[in-house]
């Protein structure tokens, strides 16, 4: 089970949840909790809502299941993950927040695919891994568009060092202003990156990203060693 609360501070005035960190931190939020769907737990929720509201002031619970953080390319994501050998929660994650695993997502800068990628951006890409010569066409296809996206997480992790803030924000705005950003900061602190992250739409798509990745992390859990 995953807990969550509402940003109610959030510049964008929607609903951003965040890791809840302190239950000192509940008086008043907004809780998003996370099961993994199995039969049966009803009963444990509304003891535990019940609990939460009483004993710690939380204004709304929300529930979710696992099928809210479905992952419909599961195993070409885990492939390509492991290929590139990058995270693949975040590689679930990003897939998640820039298309909702739609294949043919367009966006209105013309980046489309499960990864949204522009076919430029994606050509360079692709001849850096060594992949096969991109068409616009291929951005539609899953296959291509996650490998796409894995050996780029790849390059921006070798980039950035495996810094997971910065990766993403690189992702979202470009490696040159993701290192400005960190340039501006006195230490590497995530905290304090994100104060220095000056696009509002970068900040946002932070916090989405980061938090589907933590949710993939507390669903699809790795299996465990021998």
Not at 141 to 163: T, V
Request: some cysteine; overall charge neutral; glycine content about 6%.
């Amino acid at each position: 089970m995953a807990i969550e609360f509402l940003d109610p501070t959030h510049e964008s005035g929607s609903a951003q949840f965040a890791p809840a960190k302190r239950l000192a931190s509940l008086k008043g939020a907004t809780l998003g909790i996370v099961s993994n769907g199995k039969k049966g737990t009803r009963p444990f929720f509304d003891v535990f809502e019940r609990e939460l509201k009483q004993r710690y002031g939380v204004a709304r619970v929300v529930r979710t299941t696992k099928s809210n953080y479905s992952a419909p390319a599961e195993a070409g994501i885990m492939s390509e993950a492991e290929r590139w050998q990058v995270d693949p929660d975040l590689l679930m994650a990003l897939i998640r927040e820039e298309s909702r695993f739609d294949p043919r997502a367009f966006s209105a800068a013309s980046a489309r695919g499960l990864t949204q990628f522009v076919v430029p951006t994606a050509r360079r890409i692709a001849a850096d891994a060594g992949l096969d010569p991109i068409e616009p066409a291929d951005l539609e296809n899953p296959r291509i568009s996650i490998a796409l996206g894995a050996a780029y997480l790849s390059a921006l992790g070798e980039h950035f060092h495996g810094d997971l803030v910065r990766i993403v924000a690189a992702y979202n705005a470009g490696e040159a202003q993701a290192a400005q950003w960190h340039a501006q900061c006195s230490s590497d602190e995530p905290e304090e990156y994100l104060t220095k992250v000056s696009f509002r739409e970068t900040r946002g798509y932070l916090r989405k990203v980061l938090t589907s990745r933590a949710q993939y992390l507390e669903l699809y859990p790795p299996p465990a060693a021998d």
